[in-house]
């Protein structure tokens, strides 16, 4: 049991303190999840990805992940 965290982004209205919360909950392994509100996801750390999750039918829901060999 831990904490799960989500990340409501608006790529037209983006945060720059984001990229920092991001790398705090990355180095503490819990789970990140994304809803975009705009149009792009937003940067994250070299080394992961949003992957999109297919089955939620918005299709704007991601979680974040480690890239392969990385």
Known sequence: MGKAHIIWYNS????SSLEQKVK????SSEPIFLYRCGGR???????????????????????LEVKDGE
């Open 12 to 15: 037209d209205r983006p945060d």
């Open 24 to 27: 705090k909950v990355v180095r």
């Open 41 to 63: 996801v937003s940067s994250l750390p070299t080394g992961y990805y949003w992957r999109m999750m297919n089955e939620y039918p918005s299709m704007r829901i991601y979680q």
